[in-house]
């Protein structure tokens, strides 16, 4: 092998003469070179290559220990976790008690040993993993982001990234095209989830409403308005932003629909406007992460509109937290009538009405964008968009940097959050949306819709058990298991909607959580049942209050549920069917204790 030529720095450092006298022409260390020099050898033949030709151990080890990785899948009809071991094996805190060790270490070692820390991990893409919003990755997505880490460009700024800027670039084009937008004028920055999302959400607001603020500081109690049902980022951003949690209104949302109620936005709008207290930003969920609900957000931009701000203040923004249900977009304008993908009759209601609420995000001004969500992409790959990216980028703008020069017309450094910033994000994004393309994104969505339904029509046929959110149009599905031989709807509405049956509610809701652990045990115990595992399945304890509790005071009159969250092409009707007579299992075992 030869030694690599160096870049001029290096050289310095390595001159002609250290060459010959440490490293033999093929780049093995000469016996007697110093040990630095033969660690650099060692490092050498590790190294990714630069040049093409030859072996190049980047590529031979990552397709070694892919395959080996891929043998921590279960045999078909194995349990829904990875490796042979379910259980935790480390002990918190005592497992921080480390050093990193003398020697270089050994490069299969190292990763044999992390390859062995994904022991007992859950296995996304296993047809009975329906635990939460966790979805397997596209392969596209996974080979982008992965491909990102061999050159590891910068999203900094384009010295760094070069062409790679266009991954970022074209998914603000693609996004503000779906969405409604101008395309060349949609902006878009890759962030560090929903929550670097949501922040860029609120601080935009802020800036917009008061630029002062960025030289000067936060002096004013401005106020953010979501709903109720608004995800509890809200906190962490208000909390790190320094605006103050207690600066969060919320608004109610319907106790069906989980809805905001706009009449109470008007109220909340007209006494701040009253008050000369200004709103930075008001938030719309555009689904809920359970739920699925939407938010109606033309109404409230024409609510925002009919309430400006005090003199003074800049215009607040709509932020349209769209991280989790984004991609029902797609179904804004499918052809109902046609049908082109041949969704069942079953679904076709819920599609059209998931696409036209998803039809009114053009009203927002910016909105986040979950990949690792409903895009079926690896983290993390959270995208920022917003309608007027020259706008957002001015008012952001800071100024000129000593050591990096804009030597591209794409220069995000001057106004993000982050400073470095992978390419793995904006790779994983843009190759899913080329990947499914519209139609892809439709039949996964549509395809997993499908045997989310089957299971609710199944559930609606059992006696003992009672789907509790008929209501949501989203893929989970929310359900209770009573006694045998209980009339479980029955007695659900009673315990839903009666005072009176507050305690077999408290009684029936532990029994909810008594299956939902048991049925967590089983997955984690790798427990088979006629020869079969069981299915990795969660619960809530709180999916929404009795109806005589709307305050929420009495912590304990709420219905509990166990969840099934299917996330993967993998799950089918049969898979459903299974989970129900698992659930069945499970209660008999719970109630003999
Ligand atoms: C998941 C979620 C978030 C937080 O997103 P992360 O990607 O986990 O940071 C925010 N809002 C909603 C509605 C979510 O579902």
Redesign the pocket.
Known sequence: MNIPARTATVTKLFSEQDQRDHWHAEGAADGKAPKWAKYHAKMIGEFPSPYRGGKDPLAQQIEKFVEKIDMLRPEKGGPAYLGENPALTYKYPAVKNVKINQEMGDLDTVIDDCIKLFEGAPNWGHPMTMFN?APQANTAAIIASMLSQVFAVNCIEGESAWNVHIAELESAGMLGNLIGWDPVKTGAIYT???????NYGVKYGLTRVMPDIRQKGLRTDVKIICSQQ??Y?QQTVTDWLGIGMDNIVHVRTDEKSNVMDLAHLEEILIDLTAKKIPVATIIC?M???DANAFDPIAKVRALLDRYPNPKGYGKAILYA?A???WSWVYFKDYDFEKNPLEFSERILPILKQNGQAMAELSHADAA?I?F??MGWAPY?S?CFIYKNAEEFESIHRRGENAYLQARTPYSPLYYTLEVSRTASGPLAGWATLKYFGKEGMQAILGGILESKYALVDLLDSQKDMVCVNHEDSGIVTLFRIYEKDTDAKAQFEKELTNASSRDELVKHNKLTQAVGDKLFEWFRSGKKIDGKYTPYTSYTTGFRNADYNRDGKDAEALIYALKSYPMNVFITPEVMQWVLTCVHIARDEVMKA
């Not at 560090?192 to 949501?198: A, E, L, R, S």
Request: charged share 10%; glycine share 28%; with cysteine.
């Open positions: 919003v560090y989830g929903g929550g670097g999302c949501f608004a995800h980022v969920t689904g809920t992460t937290d991280v989790c249900g986040g979950d690792h969500k993390v959270s």
